[in-house]
């Protein structure tokens, strides 16, 4: 039987996400091994994300390894995934997403983002969080923090932010929920496209066979329908890790939904729509949504953070 060998990066979360995806792997009979790889994104921790340049930054050297057949498949959280990938590579399977939420993770007591009474300074290194944040809660400052969860863990504790500002999915993985401060709306922070969820990634040169056998053991359906609406967004806003657009998709009925936006990196400007349409069309209903956007004013937020962006 061949051995499926599964590239990650080295982070403990990383981790937790190649070894969930072996597990289901093995679950349907497949035997499997972990390659880990280090990237770009892992190697420049003193620059911001949108500094770097976001496409590929924490998956160009997967990539490489895919293309000479070093490894069979590639694991990321499927939110750093750029909306669209580079010739030769393709998205084969979802994993079931967990709870998609923000949460606010301390090691002090009463952090709430609601009292402006109380000077208040979160770490992040997300632009869709700061322009979030400045847009409802302008009275909050933040700070850039990057490195694994374990290091922003640290940097915190030693005095650089009162808390941090993370993905719900990562924080429950690694087991740091009792220092979960407070878990955020998602009327407000809307999260990023494809939070919760594990990407696999593949040559579209895999073995046809083995790529069946791949996406049985490890795509979850409904989640499946729900991302390639909210990437199919992303995609017509040529949007990345350094850009502030967000949306989450669900299901309603027979129906999928699918909410989001884009919001300025000043925080001014919010702009936001729902829509509707058959689980059938997922990526219809991610450019019908994106065509709202665009004509609500989202195209020049989008050339105005691009132009900052570029400085």
Known sequence: MTKIKIGTRGSKLALWQANHVQDLLEQGGLEAEIVI??????????VSISKIGSKGVFTQELEDQLQDGRIDIAVHS?????????????????????????????????????????????G????????????????????????NLQTRIRKMEEGLCDALLLAYAGVHRMGYDEMIAENLSLDKF????????????ASTNLDPFLKEKIIATCDHPQTSQKLRAERAYLRVLEG???????????HKDDDLTLKGGIVSLDGQKRIFFEVEGPVT???????????KVFAAGGKEILEDIKSNLNQ
């Open 281 to 291: 069309d997922p990526e219809g209903l991610g450019e019908k949504l994106a065509a």
């Open 240 to 250: 990345g890790c350094s850009i502030p657009v967000f949306a989450l998709a669900g």
């Open 190 to 201: 809307i999260p990023a496209v494809g939070q919760g969820s594990v990407a696999i990634e």
């Open 124 to 147: 992040t290194s997300s632009t869709r969080r700061v322009a979030t944040l400045k847009h409802f809660y302008p009275h909050v400052k933040t700070v850039e923090v990057r490195g």
């Open 37 to 46: 790889i280090d990237t770009k994104g892992d190697q420049i921790l003193d």
């Open 78 to 122: 499927a939110k750093d995934m750029q909306s669209s990938l580079p010739e030769g590579f393709e998205i084969i399977a979802f994993t079931e997403r967990e709870l998609p939420h923000d949460v606010i993770l301390s090691h002090k007591k009463s952090i709430y983002l609601d009292d402006s009474s109380k000077p208040l300074l979160l």
